[in-house]
Every structure is written in structure tokens, then in C-alpha cells.
T-cell receptor, first 115, second 108 residues
Framework: EAGVVQSPRYKIIEKKQPVAFWCNPISGHNTLYWYRQNLGQGPELLIRYENEEAVDDSQLPKDRFSAERLKGVDSTLKIQPAELGDSAVYLC?????????????FGAGSRLTVL | RKEVEQDPGPFNVPEGATVAFNCTYSNSASQSFFWYRQDCRKEPKLLMSVYSSGNEDGRFTAQLNRASQYISLLIRDSKLSDSATYLCHGGSQGNLIFGKGTKLSVKP
């Protein structure tokens, strides 16, 4: 079974340029998460979807970040325009939401460098 | 929302040593707790869930102390391959937060 698939693995852009990341979760996982991880820090939640509904986007910088999960399967995260401080690893994770467990399976991440 | 705190380390220990990490949480309503392991430049991977009664998986033991609001991870007989960053993940349903991680380095 394929795990969580993310692309691209690496992206280098100049500031003010747009960038998009794509994530395909594990088949059957109804919950999808986008995290941002800076060096030496833990992952910070940007947005959480349950099926196609964004149920927690309180930490998403909405002036420049957007996300969508059409049809409740794969998802894209976009940054426009990118700033120097956006350099980080963007991790996608999915889980099968049940009564209590929130075990996450992560993708390999998309490492963004903004110059 | 810094509700989960970890000692960043690094913890430098010799092979065969026993090492323990704690993770404190501030929200007394927190119900779910997990330990993840993250190797350098890799994604986090689930190490173990933390149950109220505590749980053990080989050399690893996780415990929850609700009175003092922390969870712990004990690693016995450390191996070189245990070198990694250990992230705690905890909170209430729909509001789980990662700690910053504790770095472990096991030396020969």
C-alpha cells in the first residue's frame, strides 16, 4: 500500500513567487493535515481537513496561504507570494478518524527554500 | 498555543544506557498522547501511543501521569540506531499539538 505521497520533494524559488505543494493521502484516510516544520522545531499545524471540509485553519496565514481538498482525497497547499520566512518543510499527513485515535502517517515532505 | 513542552536536549548517552524524556502539557482536558520518532531530514513516524495504564514495546516504555500532566518515554539498552529526535504529540480531540522534540544521540 502506498503511503502519503507529496510533491515536489524540493523547491527553490525567489521571494514573491508563487509555489504549490500537492499531497495524496493514504487511501481511505478521511482526515488530511498540512504542517509546517522549521529547523529544530516540531511540526506546526496549518490546516486540517475532514473529508473535503477544512475544520481547523486557524493557524493558516490566510493573506498568502490557501489550501483545497476537492473531492475529499488529494490536496494542494499554495503560497502566493512567498516570503523569505516561508522557507521550511511542508509536511502532509493523513489519518483515519475514529472515536479517539489520531495516529498520523506523514509524507516525506516538501522542502521549500525561498531566496 | 505552546501547550506541549519538551526538553530539546541533546541527550548524549552511551550505548546500553537507559534514557528518559518527559513532555509536559498544559491542557488538563488532553486525552490523546503519542510519541513520534523523526530521523534527520525525514518525516516523523509513530513510535507508540501512550495509554492511561502505560504501555511497553520492547525496549520502549511510555507512561502518562495525569496528576502532574506529563508523559514520559523510557528507552532501555540504547542502541546507536535510537539516535533521532523524539516528538510528543498530545491534546484533546481535534486539537493535538506537537512538542519541539527532544534530540537523542547514542554514542558507541
Amino acid at each position: 500500500e502506498a503511503g502519503v505521497v507529496q510533491s515536489p520533494r524540493y523547491k527553490i524559488i525567489e521571494k514573491k513567487q508563487p509555489v504549490a505543494f500537492w499531497c495524496n493521502p493514504i487511501s481511505g484516510h478521511n482526515t488530511l493535515y498540512w504542517y509546517r516544520q522549521n529547523l529544530g522545531q516540531g511540526p506546526e499545524l496549518l490546516i486540517r481537513y475532514e473529508n473535503e471540509e477544512a475544520v481547523d485553519d486557524s493557524q493558516l496565514p490566510k493573506d498568502r496561504f490557501s489550501a483545497e481538498r476537492l473531492k475529499g482525497v488529494d490536496s494542494t497547499l499554495k503560497i502566493q507570494p512567498a516570503e523569505l520566512g516561508d522557507s521550511a518543510v511542508y509536511l502532509c499527513a493523513s489519518s483515519l478518524q475514529d472515536t479517539g485515535a489520531n495516529v498520523l502517517t506523514f509524507g516525506a515532505g516538501s522542502r521549500l527554500t525561498v531566496l | 498555543r505552546k501547550e506541549v513542552e519538551q526538553d530539546p536536549g541533546p541527550f548524549n548517552v552511551p550505548e546500553g544506557a537507559t534514557v528518559a524524556f518527559n513532555c509536559t502539557y498544559s491542557n488538563s482536558a488532553s486525552q490523546s498522547f503519542f510519541w513520534y520518532r523523526q530521523d534527520c531530514r525525514k518525516e516523523p513516524k509513530l513510535l507508540m501511543s501512550v495509554y492511561s495504564s502505560g504501555n511497553e514495546d520492547g525496549r520502549f516504555t511510555a507512561q502518562l501521569n495525569r496528576a502532574s500532566q506529563y508523559i514520559s518515554l523510557l528507552i532501555r539498552d540504547s542502541k546507536l540506531s535510537d539516535s533521532a529526535t523524539y516528538l510528543c504529540h498530545g491534546g484533546s480531540q481535534g486539537n493535538l499539538i506537537f512538542g519541539k522534540g527532544t534530540k537523542l544521540s547514542v554514542k558507541p
